[in-house]
């Protein structure tokens, strides 16, 4: 494909409209061929609606319970979490939620399907049953019923719980003359014991596989990448990447002596190149010369599908070996989307308009047809129009290919696909336990739940078959815009006032390597700090802020955006006095960055708005004119803490700034580097030197500062101690009333009931409280686990702390850095010699004991404690508490939790949507996260505070947080003292 970049990174987030006419200019597809197409897939959905289904098919299902039903969403979250729940409470909690919360007898509809109309009754009566007087005496076996019938459904998704059973079942499939492509459930190890067992099942499944034989075809397995190894990803290549590859070569020889055909399967778009390095290294493994059964699964969905095929090409030509190539549309396009857009990347990995999707299968299945000589496709679609696609692709050659499905969707079209003898068909089979359901289940309904998928509407014979095989590759062809309306670029996610922060991808090489160069290389010590006298300073100050408090909002706000755009061109520079003067790992120095930026354009947006001089009008009686003004209150003495030394120095200023105020700022006495860095791009934007003036110095620097008599506000963020003695100091002054706005700290907690999916629980739960070396106020301190589902979340936790690493912050493959001084690991090693003698070690993460001599390094431990009364005050450091609770004692744990009297971030996982209700509506906190991390606020996403020993509000980063950097001012004229109330006199009707 000549008119495009022939590298993977140069397509990772290139423009959707460029890919999209590279791919029509790249394909043969005129107006005949076109039609030819339609018509042959036209038949094929005739002759399916005409034939005799399945009852009971997998389709007919999802087509009546789609995601964009409440029954389909309540579904999905019984299918999902039911199966493992051990304790009858939460198990019959999650049943009475989900089924109140659908109307299944309606949903149902007029069907025909017997099991349709049997699942809607059913769920209907269990409703019913739920609000009668007998429903406790009802709940064993309402909730017997139910995970039965879901286990039922299980069955559409999963072939059989073991390989065993899997090739049992396949009997039926193979009579008919498919080949099976067995998929051991089970991804995404956490833990080296999870890594192992899901290696044995594949070992087991190879040898199951290769000794079952029907009529001499070989079935064959699929392997995910991301079972091999707990800590898949670019960032842990030198350590995953050998095991990986050694464990892959292992099976790939299995499988080659058993004749077993084995398929790599296709993960997120940020494990690609990792993936292609790993098959690329087996692929030429000596051992398995004339064996032709190895291959991988490449995503038309990703703009880089032309490339990586042809990557595959070359793989294949140098290892002197044909591969087999299965050709997705690609199954995590919801995630790539939404990471993309939370990361503020350029552009999207993947298509975001559906027709792009297929085209780009139609062209890049061409392009394996055309090099069969290497490559045998397998070619995974339930479109007719695709198969149609396909079969004119192929022309007169109809050997060395073979479509595939998912079990339980696309039999119809298959069927007669195998008796028209258009080509060979296997079936892509999950098998496995119901606990390993989840990633899959969750996938398929995401696929195949929507009225708009192809599957639903080729079944509903009230849509036109004329409709149901429209040509996508015309559709994207006559597209305008190429790009889907209502997914903006990540940039602009925010609206047209205000552009998304930019991010960078760490896994991708082409960005990495140059950025970490950079970083290297720049030398902090060349960085000046400055500071100045008290007096001086209020006095440059006052006369700043005259000027400045007059300066219009709009060309403040152009002030601030330009400083943003600054820091942006900046970033490296950044980063590295983030990672050498604070400690922080290149992921966090990318995200202090983000954060800094997204406060200067927040503030901006908001400022505009706010501050326009034109006030606002508020209503009134006839002949007046009411209007209320902000205004600046003068100089603002922000005090900010070492643990964000960019982020919240910058919010502090930016807000204070921008209602108006002069700023006498004080960094933390640990990180004056950066703060000295960030005044003099905010300078270079424009701001003058009196308005923004930098003051270095420990606490008693601070209290002289709080205390001068030119101080008209204080916004700081630090410990509760702190804040406490600055409000003393405020209040004993004479003069002004002030404000002070601060941020402090929190016993910040997370509930977890037996409803949630340990895997999510764990990554949360590392990230929460070890990220940032646990040193964020938002962070993650007290973990509350319900006693039925704590043994084996701890015993994950455990393995998943044994694969954390402990280092240099500048190394990519850190995840904890240092703490910030020698006060702060005194004090931790203190608290843990502590836990040592009132709690139960749970883990501590590996740690070089060589660490030491290099800077101050804390491995992060987890104890298991009796009660969060037990702890006098906030941990600030990589420390997890964890407390077991009955399912019974929730209203006590909340109590609990809120007399501490702190009330910052809080954290909850369930599936109960009435859980969620009464946890969050009782916790007295300003954050609470649901079913995700509770750190890493987003700046008028997330606005960030808390209440009682926490803060006093507003919210950083928040509508409300410019007001109280501000006075306010309303001006009212009698308008009729001015020649009478024209405006009454002359108004019509």
């Not at 400022?607 to 100089?635: I, K, Q, W």
């Not at 992060?860 to 005050?873: F, G, N, Q």
Request: charge should be neutral.
């Amino acid at each position: 494909m000549q008119a495009m970049p022939q590298n993977l990174s140069a397509l990772l987030y290139a423009d959707e409209a460029a890919c999209v006419d590279a791919l029509l200019k790249d394909l043969p597809w005129d107006a005949a061929r076109s039609q030819r197409v339609h018509a042959s897939a036209k038949s094929i959905v005739e002759r399916v609606r005409a034939g005799k289904r399945k009852m009971g098919e997998l389709e007919s299902f999802l087509r009546e319970y789609g995601l964009d039903t409440e029954e389909g969403l309540a579904l999905m979250t019984l299918a999902e979490a039911l199966l493992r729940i051990p304790d009858a409470a939460t198990a019959h909690a999650l049943i009475r939620d989900k089924m109140k919360a659908a109307d299944w007898l309606a949903a149902q509809g007029d069907t025909k399907d017997l099991m349709m109309k049997a699942a809607g009754i059913g769920l209907s009566l269990t409703r019913k049953t739920l609000d009668s007087a007998l429903s406790r005496l009802g709940e064993p076996v309402i909730r017997k019923a139910i995970v039965e019938a879901l286990k039922m459904l299980g069955k559409q998704f999963v072939l059989g719980r073991t390989i065993n059973e899997a090739i049992k079942n396949a009997a039926a499939y193979e009579k008919k003359g498919y080949r099976l492509s067995y998929d051991m459930l089970g991804e995404g190890a956490r833990t080296a014991e999870d890594a192992e067992r899901y290696f044995q099942s594949y070992v087991d499944a190879l040898k199951a596989v290769g000794n079952h034989t029907h009529q001499g075809m070989k079935s064959g397995i699929s392997v995910k990448l991301s079972a091999l190894h707990p800590r898949y990803s670019a960032a842990q290549a030198d350590r995953c990447l050998p095991v990986m590859t050694e464990r892959l070569r292992d099976l790939a020889i299995l499988a080659a002596n058993y004749d077993v055909p084995m398929t790599v399967d296709a993960e997120e778009v940020d494990r690609l190149e990792i993936s292609l390095q790993i098959i690329e290294t087996v692929a030429r493994a000596p051992q398995m010369k004339g064996w032709e059964g190895f291959g991988l699964a490449v995503q038309a969905y990703q703009k880089r599908c032309p490339v990586v095929i042809d990557r595959v090409i070359t793989m294949a030509e140098s290892a002197n070996r044909r591969l087999q190539v299965r050709l997705v549309k690609g199954a995590y396009w919801d995630a790539e989307v939404k990471r993309a857009q939370v990361m503020g990347l350029s552009d999207y990995p993947v298509f975001t308009r559906k027709s792009n999707t297929d085209l780009s299968y139609i062209a890049n299945a061409r392009k394996l047809l055309e090099r069969r000589d290497v490559l045998y496709p397998m070619l995974a679609t339930h479109n007719a129009h695709s198969v149609a696609a396909v079969m004119e692709l192929a022309g007169n050659n109809r050997g060395g290919f073979e479509f595939q499905r998912l079990h339980g969707m696309g039999e119809s079209l298959h069927d007669l696909v195998l008796n028209d003898g258009m080509a060979g068909v296997s079936v892509y089979a999950p098998c496995g336990s119901h606990e390993d359901l989840l990633p899959y289940l969750v996938r398929r309904l995401l696929e195949n739940g929507a009225n708009s998928n192809f599957v639903n509407q080729m079944l509903d014979e009230k849509v036109h078959s004329d409709v149901v095989v429209s040509d996508p590759v015309l559709a994207a062809q006559n597209h305008t815009l190429k790009r889907h309306k209502n997914i903006p670029l990540p940039a602009n996610i925010y609206g047209p006032g205000r552009r998304n922060s930019k991010g960078t991808d760490l896994s991708d090489d082409s960005t990495r390597r140059p950025l970490l160069a950079k970083i290297a290389a720049f030398d902090i010590n060349l960085v000046k700090t400055e500071t100045q006298d008290i007096d001086r300073a209020f006095e440059k100050a006052k006369a700043g802020y005259a000027a400045w408090s007059k300066t219009p909002a709009n060309d403040r706000a152009r002030v601030l955006e330009a400083s943003a755009d600054l820091m942006e061109e900046h970033t490296a520079e950044l980063i590295a006095l983030c990672t050498k003067e604070a400690g922080k790992t290149l992921d966090d120095g990318i995200a202090e960055v983000r954060e800094a930026v997204d406060f200067c354009r927040y503030y901006a947006q908001r400022g505009r708005t706010d501050f326009d001089e034109a006030g606002e009008r508020l209503p009134g009686p006839t002949g007046e004119s009411n209007v209320m003004t902000l205004h600046g209150r003068g100089t603002f003495v922000c005090i900010s803490p070492w643990n964000f030394p960019l982020a919240i120095f910058i919010g502090q200023i930016a807000a204070a700034l921008m209602a108006g105020n002069a700023v006498i700022a004080k960094p933390a006495e640990q990180t004056p580097k950066i703060a000295a860095y960030a005044v003099t791009l905010m300078r270079k934007a424009g701001l003058p030197e009196n308005v923004l003036l930098p003051v270095q110095g420990d606490g008693k620097t601070g209290a002289t500062l709080v205390a001068h008599p030119g101080v008209a506000g204080v916004a700081f963020t630090g410990s509760t101690e702190v804040a406490r003695l600055i409000n003393r100091a405020l209040a004993a002054k004479d003069g002004p009333i002030v404000p002070l706005i601060a941020e402090t700290g929190g016993q910040n907690a997370m509930i977890i009931d037996s409803s949630a999916l340990p895997e999510q629980i764990v990554d949360d739960v590392l990230t929460s409280a070890f990220g940032s070396a646990g040193q964020r106020c938002s962070a993650l301190r007290v973990l509350f686990l319900q006693e039925d589902v704590a043994d084996k979340i701890i015993h994950m936790l455990k393995g998943a702390m044994a694969e954390r690493r402990v280092g240099n912050p500048l190394d990519y493959s850190t995840d904890i850095g240092p703490v910030i001084d020698g006060e702060a690991l005194a004090m931790l090693n203190a608290h843990r010699q502590k836990l040592d003698r009132t709690g139960t070690l749970i883990a501590a993460c590996p740690m070089d004991s060589s660490l030491s001599a290099h800077g101050h390094y804390f491995a992060p431990v987890a104890y298991e404690i009796k009660s969060i009364k037990d702890l006098e005050r906030e941990v600030f450091g990589p420390v997890l508490h964890v407390i077991r609770y009955k399912a019974g004692e929730l209203d006590q744990i909340i109590h609990d939790i809120n007399a501490t009297g702190y009330g910052l971030t809080f954290g909850l996982h369930t599936r109960i949507g009435s859980t969620i209700r009464r946890v969050t509506e009782s916790m007295d906190v300003g954050n609470a996260y649901v079913n995700r991390t509770m750190i890493g606020a987003v700046v008028g996403v997330q606005p960030f505070g808390g209440q009682g020993l926490s803060g006093t509000g507003p919210k950083a980063g928040g509508p409300h947080y410019l007001y109280r950097f501000a006075t306010e001012k309303v001006v009212s004229v009698d308008t009729t003292r001015q020649g009478g109330n024209a405006t009454l006199v002359s108004l019509k009707e």
